[in-house]
């Protein structure tokens, strides 16, 4: 058992010595990583189940089962189903009971597991699967969501008979008609609430009742105390990409009938949670501004009687979780969690994010008086809490150590270590802490960066720096695991990876800094980042690098046409033709948040914020890395049109193709394909800033 204080976990490994035994951290160590996801404490708070995420033996996929560990970090886990593909437990309300989902042929469909022993039992069998279990207060019942319709029953009851073949053209009417990492969509299914049973179904699925019903969709649903009524989210406008966001808060009768609004602001509304008395609802959100704006941050509201309060108004920083890594559980379940009440009604728990660090704050239910109840550099990715909220349990992350789950006594903020998923692996490696610090860029503002030095670094020799830029642009850098840092510094790489202006966790101002003019002012804090590190004294000037994905590839392809000082670059998942984005995204740029008018009637704006346009200037050696089935960053408008414009120019470029692979492929691809990707940039790097030969990128 360890027992730790509310600290940072960083600090707690800096003093670690390196032993003789340990070794730079490889790409391949990805295939031995284990994620711990979808944390669940049990009603009594004496332990918690979560999913465990680890790469299969084919390192093609992931594999998820259950695990048990108990809260007093006294016992190791254990093991508590068989997988392969198993996740987002549910407790019963007495605790004797798991609800999860299990995958097979395309679907999840919810199963009961007794821990009193036997075989998990299917409850489920709808024909398009179910989503994750809601328990009633009673256990006697389970709400869910799911797009199977009555009809979809009715054909699958009917005995098989030879149907005539189904033709597979779509006719598409609306603008947003496929979703990265999921494909085209239906617009005929809606996800809507169904009840079913909870009793344990035994050799038979049970038979589910349909609740809610229409043309709109239907999400997280969640129980009132006395199990009258079911609420939910949702976003009840058609083609709502017209409009600014704005879903609301319902309830409807749990046996179903009409809904009742429960919490409407003119603005979105995330992870609600109902109060103790049943008389105030807590989320998150933010009230639509006159003026659209590219960056909105969050607030915490408290709704009461119709009427919603801004409980942070006067705090400058992000609702949840924000931190970016490449490390979050890979199709491990959801990572975000609702906010949580104290069992008085005084208090409202939720995370938030603050200069690239993000940790779990109590505020006063009225007041807004906030009081941390975990602090440091790391990043807590996920939690949850007992029904009086006097233990929690978190997952938590910084950037030398993989999440884990912890067990959180909130009166005495003290945090108890109750899993140890990766020690094994990461005792033998020699992980890089790395430097943050801030600077001034060119109109006075403050910007933060962190800096990771090369294994083995040895002062006063030089080395080669890559400028690692995040993508988003709407998202932060901070103290989470990132193994493609960690590899970069093993392989012999200062790594400069700066939070510049459009980042999160700074504030409203600075996040939405960039409307209009983007890439633009952004760029020049990363080159003054990139001449920071270099007064350092350790970096070869020589010797630069340049890399990023989503929003940090149009900014590496921004940077290689706009300045000559970097001797290699590797623009991954990118968008190069801001008017072909336009088009072909996977959502919509129909409201003025990026520009202020749209390509067909002022292409000029669009021309010129595009980094194609410069190609004429670019010099550097140019790849790209693209994932054949991206629909958030379309290759043809990205990488694929660099590519075609650098090869006319006769110009030093190669691309990367990664079949199957959505805009998530460093995050969750396929293992092998995320490994690759690594040795692909390396490669790269290799070859043009350190001269090592390879055959690889030749023109045949």
């Not at 821990?115 to 709808?126: F, M, N, R, S, Y």
């Not at 728990?349 to 200069?355: A, F, G, R, S």
């Not at 690098?545 to 990118?574: C, M």
């Not at 590519?643 to 990664?658: D, S």
Request: glycine content about 8%.
């Amino acid at each position: 058992m360890r027992l730790m204080p509310s600290v940072s976990l960083v600090a707690a490994c800096i003093a670690v010595p390196l032993t003789a035994q340990q070794r730079a951290i490889s790409d391949s160590d990805l295939f031995a990583f284990r994620w711990v996801a979808s944390p669940q404490i049990s009603p009594d708070g004496r332990q918690a189940a979560y999913v465990l995420v680890t790469v299969n033996a084919k390192h093609d996929g992931y594999e998820t089962s259950l695990w048990l560990v108990a809260t007093d970090g006294a016992s190791p886990p254990r093991r508590v189903t068989a997988g392969p593909h198993d996740a987002t437990p549910r407790w019963s309300p007495d605790g004797s009971v798991l609800a999860f989902l299990r995958s097979k042929d395309g679907h999840a469909q919810i199963y009961l597991l007794s821990l009193a022993g036997g075989e998990a039992q299917q409850l489920t069998d709808l024909p398009k699967g179910a989503g994750p279990a809601a328990w009633s207060p009673d256990g006697k019942t389970i709400a869910f969501v799911t797009s199977t319709t009555p009809e979809d029953i009715a054909k699958a009851d009917k005995p098989e008979k030879k149907e005539e073949p189904k033709s597979d053209v779509r006719v598409i009417t609306l603008a947003e008609y496929r979703a990265d990492d999921e494909g085209y969509l239906d617009p005929t299914e809606h996800g809507h609430i169904w009840t079913v049973s909870a009793a344990m179904p035994g050799e038979h699925p049970a038979k589910a009742h349909q609740v809610t019903s229409g043309k709109f969709d239907e999400e997280v649903p969640q129980w009132s105390r006395d199990g009258a009524r079911i609420y939910f989210v949702s976003d009840r406008v058609a083609e709502s990409y017209y409009y600014p966001p704005d879903n609301d808060f319902y309830s409807v009768p749990a046996a179903g009938g009409a809904m009742d609004t429960v919490a409407d602001i003119d603005g979105p509304i995330f992870g609600p949670a109902v109060s103790p008395d049943g008389k105030a609802v807590a989320f998150r959100g933010w009230i639509n501004p006159k003026a659209p704006r590219s960056y909105q941050e969050s607030d915490l509201f408290v709704s009461r009687a119709g009427k919603a309060t801004n409980l942070t108004a006067d705090y400058d920083f992000d609702m949840g979780g924000g931190v970016l890594g490449d490390q979050a559980p890979p199709r491990g379940g959801e990572g975000s969690s609702p906010n949580i009440w104290s069992a008085d009604g005084k208090y409202v728990m939720v995370t938030t994010t603050e200069h690239g660090r993000s940790n779990l704050i109590r505020f006063d239910a009225q007041t807004g008086a906030r009081e941390p109840l975990t602090t440091g550099d790391h990043a807590v990715l996920a939690y949850t809490a007992t029904p009086d909220a006097k233990r929690l349990v978190l997952t938590i992350g910084d950037p030398t150590h993989l999440p884990d789950a912890y067990a959180l006594d909130p009166q005495t903020k003290r945090l108890t270590q109750l899993t140890h998923v990766n020690d094994s692996l990461l005792s033998k490696l020699q992980l890089v802490t790395p430097e943050d610090f801030w600077y001034t860029s060119f109109d006075g503002r403050k910007v933060e960066t962190w800096i990771m030095k090369p294994v083995g670094f040895t002062p006063g020799k030089k080395y080669p720096l890559i400028l690692n830029i995040h993508g988003g642009p709407h998202t932060a850098y901070g103290y989470i695991f990132f193994h493609e840092m960690q590899w970069m510094a093993a392989k012999g790489y200062v790594v400069v990876y700066p939070n510049p202006r459009g980042s999160t966790t700074y504030g409203q101002e600075f996040g939405n800094i960039i409307q209009y003019k983007y890439p633009g002012d952004d760029y020049r804090d990363l080159m003054i980042a990139v001449d920071s590190a270099i007064r350092r004294g350790y970096v070869d000037s020589t010797k630069l690098g340049v890399t990023g994905g989503s929003g940090g590839g149009l900014l590496t392809d921004w940077t290689v046409g706009h300045t000559h000082r970097f001797k290699a670059a590797v623009s991954q998942r990118d968008v190069a033709d801001w008017l072909g984005f336009w088009y072909t995204a996977d959502f919509t740029l129909f409201r003025p948040t990026w520009f202020h008018s749209v390509p067909f009637r002022d292409p000029q704006e669009y021309l010129v914020r595009s980094p194609v346009r410069y190609a004429d200037s670019v010099t550097t050696p140019l790849m790209f890395i693209l994932g054949d089935e991206d629909y958030r960053a379309p290759p043809n408008q990205g990488g694929e049109a660099m590519f075609r414009a650098l090869k006319y120019l006769k110009k030093t470029t190669v691309m990367v193709r990664f079949p199957g692979e959505s805009h998530e492929l460093s995050r969750s691809g396929k293992p092998m394909h995320r490994v690759e990707r690594l040795q692909h940039i390396l490669a790269w790097f290799d070859k043009y800033l350190l001269g090592k030969p390879t055959t690889a990128y030749d023109t045949p």
